[in-house]
């Protein structure tokens, strides 16, 4: 892991100096900027260290694998958010992964990859039910909106859990069936293959022990960086709808850009595109529902009710990325399409 030190290595120095600014109550801001930027090499070390173990597995568990622990730091910081009551924060973070996956990850990496390699060849069965299973989600997230009335409400918190066990074995059933489907499975082996071109050469202990350790991390400084959420707020005057819908998802997607985006660079577009597409489902599929369940252990009301701006705002990012990738071929001009897009949103965010 430290054969080769490089700027991850260097940015985990900033370990250490968050936990004494924490210790000795330093300013927010300081604290806050200290966690989210050490949270950045914690994610990245977590990813090489799945892509190490996934690269020991067959086809169908490396991608399971690695998209799984991709999505640890999210899942790490919305349980810290919600046991703190930070409920309007973490269902504005869950759109804000799915968006920024789908649209900031997948941007970056074609416009890099169409700079570098012209006109990018994408695998047709990664997206096509990516964009199902997005569309699904957003279906799931509109209908209690739609209908929720102040008298629903109590109906509406029955029906989201109901509604989050579905959605949980929608995605347990998905993973099924990409060992049945032949089709899946060539997808599988393209992934397969991308990450095990790209994965770190380290054995099975130290892989082991890479996961643990950047496990443990991302848990401790998660920790620190919620409680540091609220004061930040008021101190810098943000708004909470940008804190939510673009802060935090980009502190926990940066490893994923850089590794997308590294991909990319190397004329491997469709470990980008199934970066981009199975982390954004399992966002909406597992971590969204996880959430309404993990509420509940701490006496806490998570609905799957969402204001219109954010089902508008996902809806209207799923439908711009199938139309970039329904042709199964795309180039740099449509990936600053898709990041123009999310920039637009970024600045919707704070300003309205």
């Excluded at 009551?85 to 990496?109: E, H, Q, R």
Aim: proline share 3%; glycine share 6%.
């Amino acid at each position: 892991m430290f054969r080769k030190i490089s700027f991850w290595h260097y940015l985990l120095l900033l370990l250490p100096i968050t936990v004494v600014a924490n210790c000795y109550h330093f300013p927010t801001v300081t604290i806050f900027i200290l966690s989210a930027v050490v949270l950045v090499p914690l994610a990245y070390f977590l990813s090489k260290a799945t892509e190490a173990i996934s690269e020991k597995t067959n086809e169908h568990f490396s991608g399971i694998i690695n998209v799984t622990f991709g999505n640890t730091a999210e899942l790490v910081i919305a349980i810290f958010a919600i046991k703190s009551g930070l409920v309007d924060i973490v269902k504005y973070a869950l759109i804000g992964a799915i968006i920024g996956k789908i649209l900031f990850v997948l941007g970056l990496s074609i416009l890099v990859g169409g700079i570098k390699h012209g006109e990018l060849e994408l695998n047709a069965d990664i997206t096509s039910h990516t964009i199902i299973y997005l569309a699904m989600a957003a279906m799931c997230f509109a209908i209690p909106t739609v209908f929720a009335r102040e008298g629903t409400i109590p109906i509406i918190d029955k029906y989201s859990f109901s509604l989050a066990i579905v959605l949980l074995v929608v995605y347990f059933l998905g993973i099924f069936y990409t060992f049945m489907n032949l089709k899946s499975k060539e997808s599988s082996l393209v992934l397969h293959n991308a990450i095990e071109a790209t994965a770190p050469k380290w054995g099975l202990i130290l892989s082991l022990a890479a996961l643990i350790l950047s496990t443990g991390g991302i848990v401790y400084i998660s920790a620190i960086l919620v409680n540091q959420i609220e004061p930040f707020i008021a101190s810098t005057h943000i708004p909470r709808d940008f804190v939510g819908l673009i802060i935090l998802p980009l502190i926990g997607n940066v490893a994923e850009h850089a590794v997308a985006t590294i991909s990319a660079i190397k004329n491997k577009i469709n470990l980008s595109l199934s970066i981009a597409n199975e982390s954004s489902t399992q966002i909406a599929l597992f971590v969204s529902p996880i959430c309404v369940l993990v509420a509940g252990l701490f006496g806490q009301n998570f609905n799957l009710i969402f204001n219109k701006i954010e089902l508008i705002t996902l809806g209207m990012s799923i439908g711009g990325t199938w139309l970039v990738v329904h042709d199964n071929k795309s180039n740099w001009w449509e990936g600053i399409l898709l990041m123009s897009f999310y920039i637009i949103i970024a600045i919707t965010a704070y300003f309205l």
